[in-house]
């Protein structure tokens, strides 16, 4: 069983960035990234592969970027230029396992 534990979000202005962290407890190959915006379904953001390889929905293309230290067996990701509909709370996610989620604000 590997634990899932994120940090990083809180509220920022729009235009604004914002680094999310998740910790597996254990070895992890891919990574992906969650959100879920009120009302709405949770959406996949960005996969990270153990390779590296990563990929983005169209709506964060250019403006985030996962990463991942596997020495620490952490993974990243990298938000900039936020706008209020990136307002959700993010979850990451590794086969059966998720993150407790972090709740991402862009709000003036």
């Known amino acids: 069983q590997v634990r899932l534990v994120e940090s990083g979000g809180g509220l920022v202005q729009p235009g604004g960035s914002l680094r999310l962290s998740c910790t597996a407890s254990g070895l992890f190959f891919i990574m992906a990234w969650y959100r879920q915006a009120p009302g709405k379904q949770r959406e996949l953001v960005a996969t990270?592969?153990?390779?590296?390889?990563?990929d983005y929905a169209d709506s964060v293309k250019g403006r985030f970027t996962a990463s991942r230290d596997n020495a620490k067996n952490t993974a990243y990701l990298q938000m900039n230029s936020l706008s209020p509909e990136d307002t959700a709370i993010y979850y990451c996610?590794?086969?059966?396992?998720w993150g407790q989620g972090t709740q991402v604000t862009v709000s003036s």
């Open positions: 990270i592969t153990s390779g590296g390889t990563t």
């Open positions: 996610n590794s086969g059966h396992f």
